[in-house]
């Protein structure tokens, strides 16, 4: 049975989550939000038997995004996600540089933007596709169902949910992206946020304070 292997990869002084997950059978890899410090990243890969296949992006804050573009071009991989609706964010990278103080970010855009209910595919690993606005407009997420494992992104923390005071965040939008999108996916499911330790759906369900 081919499974999917993640490791994370703990990225700039926002300590960003960058996911790089492999699909046991074929060595075939992806990045999930490489958010910075490609340098760092690089030396990683060069440290596995892995072919990197893609980037995968989960929204477009520079602090999950900022090495994306020098790793797809080192690599020569395409960028797929996220959804269209966070085109602006894009637009504004060398803006979001500027206040997060990052080193300067070049407008860049996805090679594939990605909807609802598409699948990625690494080797023999699917991975879902849910749109999950909240805390950016074009949110998504990648869930694997064999394995229960989920890739959350900026949307669910362990504790806490993402911030929804950025350019067109929505509170009440983030709220339902969760109770109607991720729940339902079932209390074992682990969680991999962009930021921060993993947890289940389960525990989150019935400890976090903003799901009450």
Same mark, same amino acid.
């Given at each position: ?123 023999? !690993?699917?991975?879902?596709?849910? #749109?999950? %606005? @909240?805390? *950016?407009? &074009? =949110? ?7 394995? $229960? ?39 074992? !499911?682990?969680?991999?946020?962009? #930021?921060? %330790? @993993?947890? *289940?759906? &389960? =525990? ?7 799901? $009450?």
């Amino acid at each position: 049975m081919s499974t999917l292997t993640y490791q994370l990869i703990p990225v700039t002084a926002f300590s960003q989550n960058c996911s790089l997950v492999v699909c046991t059978k074929t060595a075939k890899a992806a990045l999930i939000d490489p958010g910075g410090e490609a340098d760092k990243i690089i030396a990683l890969l060069r440290q596995h038997p892995i072919k990197l296949e893609k980037i995968l992006l989960t929204h477009g804050h520079l602090d999950h995004v900022g090495a994306a573009k020098v790793l797809a071009q080192a690599f020569q991989v395409p960028l797929i996600g996220p959804h269209r609706d966070d085109h602006f964010l894009f637009e504004s990278l060398p803006q979001q540089s500027a206040m997060f103080g990052f080193p300067h970010c070049p407008v860049f855009y996805p090679d594939q933007w990605l909807n609802e209910g598409e699948c990625v595919e690494l080797g023999a !690993v699917k991975l879902s596709v849910l #749109h999950c %606005p @909240g805390h *950016t407009p &074009g =949110h998504i997420v990648f869930y694997q169902a064999e394995q $229960r494992l989920l890739f959350s992104g900026d949307v669910l923390f362990k504790g806490g949910v993402g911030r929804s005071d950025f350019p067109r965040g929505n509170a009440q939008q983030l709220i339902a992206s969760i109770e109607k999108k991720l729940l339902p996916l079932g209390d074992d !499911v682990t969680f991999i946020p962009g #930021h921060g %330790p @993993g947890s *289940t759906l &389960g =525990h989150e369900r019935l400890t976090n304070p903003f799901l $009450r």
